[in-house]
């Protein structure tokens, strides 16, 4: 929303950049406006002590071809100190198909792991403690299929399902806006959001059932400013949901995550992750949240993938390195890196380590652990905090005034802020306004690719071959009255 003279220096945001910044920058009081890390409003984060106190978990994002094949990526990042982790699923699985259906054909572990039965979860999972490890899932309008059968497999290994620890995704208003797997429309979706909150409310104490995503709004072309806004926005529906429910804010609130991007742009990044904190506290005050947990905003940061360029891969490593440190300069709680290959192909064992060791490196070596909110006061900081704080509270004002995020959602408006956005920076990267190295300066005239993953096609045979067999061999009339029963209880309006 911002307008901006774009020949003089701004942010990816376009928020004008002054030479230099001094104390006259900084708005408000700092107990009110700034205040201590793990104190409201929570600018400085979540913790006290931040890192000092406890590490963000690194959690690397895998997920490839058959469940073997990711679950022995999972042990071997396990292996390598990784702490928590993280489930891609392929297309199929994210769009409710099986891998024999039709429009399957040619995804299936193509770009993510091929989840369709609890036997498919178990495999993932196999010789992973379930009730010991963190464990995130990146699915949304089927996110209530993959907990019942995590949780099935949960139970199998001995679980019990208040020991369960993790995130399963769930936010189908991202989708919507930006990723586009969704199964079915919005207010179905948001009731089926609704129930896994409540179900999880209930039953799963220590788990997050929705993931408030901004990552992928990001991807889809938004600016820093617009990923924020319209993320709490997003965050804003589902609470109301709860609260209409009769849940208690208190207890529902602690259980809401947020997933960032993480952009090139390192210092509006921070900014980012400091305003999206203050934010989300005083919302969440205004709506009756008392718990200082309820008021928190927990994170997990990704680096930006449409950031990284398939020309001169190896720049990639230095792309990711600065982004995260940018994520951990500004608090997140779990953090994923990049491999410098997924521009070429799904990461191959030896990028993926060289990405997790970024984290080790950042965490062990270079000091940003050492003190929370090392940046915390820098006149440049806490300003552009603030100027990215009022530019994503015009757009939810905006929002609030069309209904809410899901009326705007249906009306279009996130969706061609987005698309405007979007086409806003490939022009001002073709005409040179905007700079990415080694794709329009500082190019070679020869590429040398890196060895890259290859996908295997008998996944996706043995895939079918094992779905087929699950269906001649299960109780067809138990499954037809359980089939009965699920769509009455999805005409039931009570």
């Known amino acids: 929303m911002a307008t901006t003279d774009r020949s003089a220096p701004a942010t990816l945001s376009g928020l004008p950049l002054e030479p230099v910044y001094r104390p006259d920058d900084v708005a ?51 292996a390598q100190g990784q702490g928590g982790l993280s489930t891609a699923f392929d297309m199929p699985t994210l769009m409710g198909y099986d891998p024999d259906h039709a429009l399957s054909e040619g995804e299936v572990g193509r ?17 992973i403690a379930l009730d010991e490890v963190s464990t995130s899932m990146t699915i949304s309008g089927p996110a209530i299929v993959g907990m019942a ?23 189908i208003l991202k989708e919507y806006v930006a990723q586009k797997e969704w199964v079915v429309p919005e207010r179905p979706g948001m009731r089926l959001v609704g ?25 889809a072309g938004a600016t820093a400013v617009q990923e924020l806004a319209f993320t709490i926005a997003a965050g804003l529906a589902y609470v109301d949901e ?10 529902f609130g602690r259980r809401l995550s947020f997933f960032w991007n993480c952009h090139s742009d390192f210092f509006e990044e921070i900014a980012k992750h400091r305003a999206a904190r203050r934010i989300w506290a005083r919302l969440m005050r205004e709506r009756g949240a008392t718990d200082p947990r309820a008021q928190q905003l927990r994170s997990h940061t990704q680096t930006s993938g449409v950031s990284l360029t398939a020309q001169q891969p190896l720049n990639n490593v230095a792309r990711v390195a600065l982004q995260a440190l940018a994520a951990v300069l500004g608090g997140t709680q779990s953090l994923h890196t990049n491999s410098f290959d997924e521009t070429l192909a799904i990461p191959s064992e030896g990028a993926a380590l060289v990405a997790l060791r970024t984290q080790q490196i950042i965490s062990e070596e270079t000091g940003a652990a050492d003190v929370a909110d090392p940046l915390g006061g820098s006149y440049f900081v806490e ?10 509270v015009a757009y939810l004002d905006e929002i609030a005034a069309r209904g809410g995020m899901v009326s705007a ?21 073709e005409r040179g306004e905007r700079v ?8 070679v005239n020869e590429e040398v690719e890196p060895e890259v993953h290859r996908h295997d096609a008998a996944v996706e045979r043995s895939q079918i071959e094992r779905v087929r067999a699950l269906r001649a061999s299960r109780d067809a009339g138990r499954w037809q009255r359980a089939m009965d029963d699920v769509r009455a209880a999805c005409r039931d309006d009570s």
């Open 28 to 78: 408000g009081p700092y107990e009110d406006h700034i205040g201590d890390p793990g104190r409201y409003p929570y600018t400085r984060g979540i913790h006290p002590g931040m890192y000092r106190d406890r590490r963000w978990t690194m959690r690397m994002f895998a997920g490839f071809g058959s469940p073997e094949q990711t679950n022995a990526r999972f042990r071997y990042l396990v």
């Open 383 to 392: 300003s552009l905090t603030d100027r990215v704080e009022a530019e994503a």
């Open 242 to 251: 709860g609260l209409r429910r009769g849940l208690d804010l208190n207890v």
């Open 195 to 219: 129930d896994l909150i409540e179900f999880c409310t209930n039953e799963l104490p220590l788990w997050h059932p929705v993931s408030i995503s901004g990552y992928h709004i990001r991807e």
């Open 149 to 171: 059968l995590f949780i099935a497999a949960a139970e199998e290994q001995g679980a019990t399902r208040a020991a369960l620890r993790g995130t399963i995704q769930t936010d």
């Open 111 to 127: 770009e993510g792991v091929s989840v369709a039965s609890k036997d498919d979860m178990s495999r993932l999972f196999d010789q």
């Open 409 to 429: 959602v249906e009306q279009g408006y996130p969706q061609a802020e987005i698309a405007e956005a979007a086409y806003d920076f490939q022009r001002r990267l």
């Open 436 to 443: 990415m190295v080694g794709v329009n300066r500082h190019q």
